[in-house]
């Protein structure tokens, strides 16, 4: 049933009575929040059922997305958008005297990951949805998302996002308890022959409950509902007296107790590679046991069964698959394989050496004895298939088992049947450089699936103001086809739409600007350039090239208060793992640097120095859309794609950028005039690797401008940064400057007036930031995820986009 105005307040207020007994002036706004959700989530339920019902009546072939992070951030107004019903609720609640925003700012962000790997599971599922693939994900339920940040003192502090237990908890989730399953861990295995079979015997093995927690993901007006499934570790009733301490009952809970806080950095612990296990057996088994209500045979399995690998983390999908296959299905291993390699696809996220999994033989044996089994039973057979065949040094360099270690990259390659990297210069890397033994063995399961983001949340949802004047342009069609945006190009002499851009983008300055005042008490000036840059604290991404400039700037401004620069809002938001000592010095130096810059009055506030607090999907929803300038400054060939950089230009933002991950084909699309290019290219870098003729401490001897701001690190000219200063001075120079900031340093000021130039010729500015909207289309993961669909996984989109809203069910 169709939804209006009148029948929605009517059944809101059923509900909320239903539910709390209370009428709509007595209700909080998490008893609100509750209802809201509790009504959208019955409606979309029939659709979500249906979806289901449809699938089993095609025999659609499903895809399961197997990710360690998911980071969805807030789901009620996507949920609202991709339903129809957004505006309806808004006008709805205004007409009962309820403040919507106020109600939505109840919902705890779900933060089940740690950044561009997680943020793009959750795009993907949401573009997967709206285009209609039968495709699921899959994942774990941490009990606690990412840390939540605070400075003190200028250190970051990390305090437990304790999500589950807020007022509002998980409103979104269903826990299944019919469909968990039994995990084994530990132990030792013995096989024995029974009925002509090998059949493993478990002793002293850990059997652990998993029981899933769904979670709707609604596709954009086609009533098409997938599948998240997070599971949750408990401990089994059956065998409850087997753990009779509390200590043995926490260790089984832990498993998905915590979100490992590391971006590109290997944790290496035991309880890393149990959740990795736990999340890969409790999936794995319980596709297999589906798959098997409605087929009579395995053998076909791949036909009607997708697995994606994202990043290693899951990659013990090969070996649990073939354990099912082998030991409950009792396939032969040929057969087994076979299927293995045809059902499996994987995606390589990185290039950064400390990010490729490697586990230690005897602690995968600790974890799950059969797994190694068939793991090394896999790395002998790849062995004896190549002896002869190929040079032995690439066998040896290829292998998985090697140097006492499982190198869980290689089990992913060879244990299927696709690997992607996530932009075009870093598949081209993989093939070159990481990878390259496999591509001489495989290379026709090498491609490219360039990033994307899911327009909806981060243009309609994110920057409303923006998509209306759209709208006025283009028609409201855009908005289920994201290619029409390109469209806007035509407009780039029309003047009226320039100064409404450039209008669009001040309210949205000013809305930040009013946010950082509320939350650090600093006055910025919205006239000024909002300068950019939001992504985890790492070294490779350079926070440390801005702020040495950020420096430079300051001690030019206090020779001369008089300089002509337009004045600057600096922006960063960044969390660093909390083992990551040196990313931390960094968060410190910016904090001390904004502190010292805010408060000097001779600079007359020419240039502001803003960390905002807690990054996470949220504030990235606030900061991107009054974004004049987009940091995408990693050392060329260290950022696989980046996504951030897509989700600013599509909010107008110009990017100043190094030839890196998509930089490269943003570029590409909106043309080397409407960006701001600079520093060494992944070529440069990698001859500076084999020639070692990179000594950046010249740069400190010789170059008068690098040697007057690095001292400002050691010499007291930033107060309180006497151990941070040094340690970062350091780096830089006695320890040769990894990330070779000193090297673009020139380059990027360079880049950064070229900036201020164009900034003053405002009509150019915004034709520049008109042309990035426009392009930004191409980015869309709307049309990622249909290219895995066609070119990866060979599912077809079942549902039909044609503007149906969710209705009400009666
Ligand atoms: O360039 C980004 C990329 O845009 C890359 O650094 C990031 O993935 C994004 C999405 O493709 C990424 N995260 C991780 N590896 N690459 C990672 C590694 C270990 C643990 C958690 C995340």
């Known amino acids: ?483 029409q945006l390109q469209q806007l190009q035509q407009y780039n002499t029309d003047e009226q739409f320039l100064k409404k851009l450039a209008v669009v983008k001040l309210h949205n300055k000013q809305r930040l600007a009013k946010l950082i005042e509320e939350r650090t008490g600093v006055t910025v000036d919205p006239t000024a350039i909002f300068d950019v840059q939001i992504k985890r604290l790492h070294a490779y991404k350079r926070q440390l090239l801005n702020l040495l400039r950020i420096i430079k700037l300051y001690l030019d401004l206090k020779e001369n208060p008089d300089l002509a620069i337009v004045p600057r809002v600096f922006i960063f938001g960044a969390k660093a793992a909390p083992s990551y000592h040196y990313a931390k010095s960094i968060i410190k130096c910016i904090n001390e640097t904004a502190a010292l810059i805010n408060h000097d009055s001779t600079i007359q506030g020419k240039i502001k120095v803003i960390f905002l607090e807690n990054y996470d999907v949220s504030l990235a929803e606030q900061i991107i859309p009054a974004a004049d300038i987009s940091e995408q400054i990693s050392t060329a060939s260290k950022e696989a794609s980046g996504t951030s950089n897509m989700k600013l230009m599509l909010n107008g933002a110009l990017t100043v950028a190094t030839l890196d991950g998509a930089n490269v084909e943003i570029k590409e699309q909106v043309g080397a005039d409407n960006i701001f290019m600079f520093g060494l290219t992944k070529q440069e870098v990698y001859r500076y690797y084999q020639d070692h003729s990179y000594h950046s401490l010249d740069y400190y001897h010789h170059n008068l401008v690098i040697h007057r701001v690095l001292d400002a690190l050691i010499d007291g000219t930033i107060p309180n940064i006497a151990a941070e200063g040094h340690e970062i001075f350091d780096s830089l120079t006695y320890l040769n400057d990894d990330y070779f900031v000193l090297r673009d340093f020139e380059d990027y000021l360079r880049i950064q007036d070229q900036v201020d130039e164009t900034y003053r010729d405002q009509k150019k500015w915004q034709q520049m930031s008109l042309i990035n909207i426009a392009k930004a289309c191409h980015f869309s993961s709307d049309i990622t995820v249909k290219k895995y669909a066609s070119e990866i996984w060979q599912v077809r989109s079942v549902a039909q986009k044609g503007g149906v809203n969710i209705g009400y069910p009666l």
Request: hydrophobic share 40%.
């Open 1 to 483: 049933m169709e939804l209006d105005k009148t029948l929605f307040i009517e059944s809101f207020k059923k509900r909320l009575s239903q539910k709390y007994a209370i009428d709509v002036s007595d209700a909080t706004n998490s008893e609100l929040y509750d209802t809201l959700c509790s009504l959208v989530k019955s409606s979309y339920s029939v659709s979500w059922r249906q979806t289901w019902k449809d699938y089993l009546k095609e025999n659609e072939k499903q895809v399961y997305y197997f990710s360690i992070e998911f980071l969805p951030g807030k789901l009620l107004k996507s949920n609202l958008l991709n339903m129809g019903w957004y505006q309806l609720v808004i006008d709805s609640f205004k007409e009962i005297g309820i403040d919507f925003e106020q109600v939505a700012a109840v919902e705890p962000d779900m933060a089940l990951g740690n950044g561009g790997l997680g943020r793009l599971a959750a795009d993907f599922m949401d573009s997967l949805a709206s285009e209609g693939y039968p495709v699921n994900g899959n994942g774990i339920r941490y009990r606690y998302g990412l840390f939540k940040q605070r400075f003190v003192n200028g250190y970051q502090v990390e305090l437990p996002d304790e999500w589950l237990k807020t007022a509002a908890g998980n409103a979104w989730e269903i826990r299944r308890a019919s469909k968990a399953v039994t995990v084994t861990m530990g132990g030792h295995v013995e096989l024995v022959q029974k009925n002509g079979y090998l059949e493993p015997i478990y002793k002293d093995a850990t059997l652990i409950k998993a029981v899933p927690y769904d979670v709707g993901i609604v596709g954009y007006h086609n009533q098409h509902v997938n599948t998240l499934r997070l599971w949750s570790a408990e401990i089994p009733e059956a065998v409850e007296s087997c753990y009779p301490t509390i200590e043995a009952r926490r260790q089984i809970e832990d498993i998905t107790t915590v979100l490992y806080p590391d971006d590109s950095n290997e944790a290496g612990r035991r309880l890393r590679l149990k959740q990795e296990y736990f999340f890969v057996s409790a999936g794995v088994q319980s596709i297999i046991r589906h798959y098997k209500k409605y087929h009579e045979t395995i053998d076909q399995i791949s036909q009607r069964v997708a697995i994606h690998i994202n990043d290693t983390h899951p990659a013990m999908c090969v070996a649990e698959f073939m354990r099912i296959l082998l030991d409950e299905e009792h396939l032969s291993w040929e057969k087994a394989w076979e299927q293995t390699v045809k059902t499996m696809s994987y995606t390589n996220h990185t290039i950064m050496a400390e990010a490729l999994e490697t586990w230690d033989i005897p602690l995968l044996n600790e974890i799950q004895p059969r797994i190694l089994q068939i793991v090394a039973e896999i790395d002998h057979r790849f062995v004896a298939h190549l002896a002869g065949k190929m040079d032995g040094q690439l066998i040896e360099r290829t292998r998985i088992i090697s140097g006492g270690k499982v190198h869980m990259a290689h089990l992913a390659v060879i244990g299927s049947h696709s690997t992607n990297g996530v932009a075009q210069l870093h598949t081209d890397l993989l093939k070159s450089d990481v990878l390259r033994d496999f591509y001489t063995l495989y290379p026709e399961r090498f491609n490219n699936k360039t990033n994307g983001i899911a327009l909806r949340r981060w243009l309609q949802l994110a920057n409303p103001e923006l998509a209306a004047i759209i709208d006025q342009k283009l028609g409201r069609n855009w908005r289920q086809n994201a290619c």
